[in-house]
């Protein structure tokens, strides 16, 4: 991502998602779309973003999701040493990251599942 533009990692079968997204549209918000589950963050991407929402991967992490249930992920631990484990299985599995995400032009970021986290960015 570039310096000084706003991105939501989007699923357009999401309604929160699209949600969001009609949301910095009516707001006249000019943003760059990503496509996270076409277009997957690499492990870099989600160090990144998970320093900006000030999160911890497995905060941003679907665990009800079919895949995560098979993987196990609730159960796994959440330490400074099972850090990377956690990144890299969202990088693998891009459905268990959290929906949407909005990244503002001067670098902070909400996960905006809810309006109030979306007004705090718009």
Same mark, same amino acid.
């Given at each position: 991502?570039? &310096?000084?533009?706003?991105?939501?990692?989007?699923?357009?079968?999401?309604?929160? &998602?699209?949600?969001?997204?009609?949301?910095?549209?009516?707001?006249?918000?000019?943003?760059?779309?990503?496509?996270? %589950?076409?277009?997957? !963050?690499?492990?870099?991407?989600?160090?990144?973003?998970?320093?900006? %929402?000030?999160?911890? !991967?497995?905060?941003?992490?679907?665990?009800?999701?079919?895949?995560?249930?098979?993987?196990?992920?609730?159960?796994?631990?959440?330490?400074?040493?099972?850090?990377?484990?956690?990144?890299?299985? %969202?990088?693998?599995?891009?459905?268990?990251?959290?929906?949407?995400?909005?990244?503002?032009?001067?670098?902070?970021?909400?996960?905006?599942?809810?309006?109030?986290?979306?007004?705090?960015?718009?």
């Amino acid at each position: 991502m570039t &310096s000084g533009q706003v991105q939501i990692w989007h699923n357009p079968r999401c309604s929160k &998602s699209r949600a969001a997204k009609t949301a910095l549209d009516e707001a006249g918000v000019n943003y760059i779309e990503r496509r996270y %589950l076409e277009d997957p !963050p690499t492990t870099d991407d989600l160090r990144a973003v998970l320093a900006q %929402l000030g999160l911890e !991967p497995w905060d941003i992490t679907r665990t009800a999701e079919p895949d995560a249930k098979q993987l196990g992920v609730s159960g796994w631990s959440r330490t400074a040493a099972d850090r990377e484990q956690w990144i890299e299985t %969202l990088a693998a599995n891009p459905t268990l990251i959290q929906r949407p995400i909005v990244v503002t032009a001067d670098g902070r970021a909400v996960v905006a599942r809810d309006e109030q986290a979306l007004k705090s960015v718009l």
